[in-house]
């Protein structure tokens, strides 16, 4: 049930982007900074954590749980910290996947090259 | 001024009628079943981590760095634009997309130096991403603080 | 007398001779319809070079090389090349042409640059200037995505109404009146924008160019579309074909039955999933040296009119909210004379 739950809210999650693609010419950039911004606003208003509670990985592997995890972090560090968690929570939250991305990225580089496509 | 005008929008509206549209519910169906399974992938990696008694939040997070890896092994083998063509929205969302977008400039760019090649362009994309996403973050943290 | 007939066209005297051309084309347009027209299909889109760029440099290199082989003359009998590119400074043509210790006029039209050298170079020879020159123009589709898209592996849809960049390069010789073909009229295109925005429609954005171009030809010249046997676009592809036809039949002018676009003519789009078609500087210059001179040369069309169009855009005009210029130039070339 746990992962019909993760499959349905991420793919529900997917379709809301497929839409914003085909209806508004927006490029995929835009549409990720979108995603990220409205999932932090929207555990900044309390409405991301039930959906995360509900859907799991659904939730938080589409990029709006990336905007959750930095919303979270921040508002964590700062109930621990008070307001100068703000400026480190969020990435501190996030550091981990910032961190792959960025080494396993720089890894690929040096052994992969870019294939023409037909 | 005005029939210059109305030439141009008479011109957008046969443009929109002769534009052929993209498929929005095949494209919707690809992108719901691509990125619903790459979540479901992403809940059996973290419950696969929990059992090895890690926290909630600890597995999610050694699950998104297993995603990101193999987002970007898959970019890497020249693998994933071809899922991505198919899925669209499916594969662009989901974190996988995000380290996508970081992988393909930083091969792309490679030609032009690691230091404004790669290391400058592999934030083509996800540089706004991060740089919106902390913003946002850090707002929210203050107004969380004061109410 | 004058040359300069109508607003926008001249009228050669003793039309040049398009002596000969060449074409080298990349693996995926080696498996396209018109696979059999061209001299040299790459199996390797990277040529054994270490960029795209340096692969398109390459492609320019070896057309000219080619074509002043297959003209049975040497590099010293050329005055002027007249070529140009998509890339950025011209990167591909200049770096090509750099080893050549011939004169060199680099062409920015955007896809319409094969037409822009055509007719200069016919005007150069008519007016006596050169008795050889030489036109060319190339695209490299990873080197344009590089520069107008996203990075190759990036995972995203092309929209149905984008077109794919042609890698290729087509050169072709133009001498003194000769053999035919002949060039016997130009009509220079003006830059027409009706306010397409879109970089994934350029055939939208270059189709009331190429209406323009053509009309504006007719005028000029008094013909019909009746004295052609081919009116053929340079890569406005299915979406921008469609819109020219319409535009142009606002005119009263009907050229349904002899209207084809080179866009449309170099890829299967059943079978190679190029969306609109086929574009880029390469697309029309291929499309002509390869399968509409030999066509010519066999006699399959006297008269055509050739019309390469191009979308005067850049990455960064497209981010500042410009619209996309467009221009179109016809090309008559023909096998009799008078």
Known sequence: ?118 | MDKIQNMKNEYQQMVKKTSPNSNLLRDSVRAFWVGGTICAIGQLITNIVKSFGYSKDEASMIATIILVFLGILLTGLDIYDSIGKYAGAGTIVPITGFANSMVSPAIEYKKEGYVFGVGARMFLIAGPVIVYGTITSVIVGIIHYFI | MSKHIGNQTIKFDLPPSIIETASIVGPKEGKGPLARYFDTILHDPLWGEKSWEKAESKLVNKSIEKVIEKANITPEDIQYIFAGDLLNQLTASTFGIRNYDIPFFGLFGACSTMAEGMMLGAMTIDGGFADYVIAEASSHFCSSEKQFRFPLELGTQRPLTASWTVTGSGAVIIGKNNNPPYITYITTGKIVDLGIKDPMNMGAAMAPAAADTIVTHFKDTGRTPNDYDLIITGDLGYVGKELALELIKKYNYDIENIFSDCGIEIFDAQTQDTHAGGSGCGCSAVTFCGYLYKEMKNNKWKRILFIPTGALMSPGSTQQGETIPGIAHAVVIENQLG
């Not at chain 1, 939730?59 to 100068?84: C, D, M, N, W």
């Not at chain 1, 991305?101 to 037909?118: M, V």
């Open chain 1, 1 to 118: 049930m746990e992962y019909v739950r993760a499959f349905v809210v991420g793919g529900a999650i997917c379709i809301i982007g497929q839409i914003l693609i085909d209806k508004t010419n927006l490029m995929s950039g835009r549409i990720l900074v979108m995603f990220v911004v409205l999932g932090a606003v929207l555990h900044g208003i309390g409405l991301y954590e039930p959906i995360v509670e509900f859907g799991g990985a659904g939730a938080t592997v589409p990029l709006p749980g990336f905007g959750y995890s930095l919303a979270k972090g921040a508002i964590q560090e700062v109930e621990k910290v008070g307001l100068r968690g703000a400026f480190t929570g969020g990435l501190k939250a996030t550091a981990a996947g910032i961190t792959a991305a960025i080494l396993f990225a720089f890894i690929a580089s040096l052994i992969f090259n870019p294939k023409a496509k037909d």
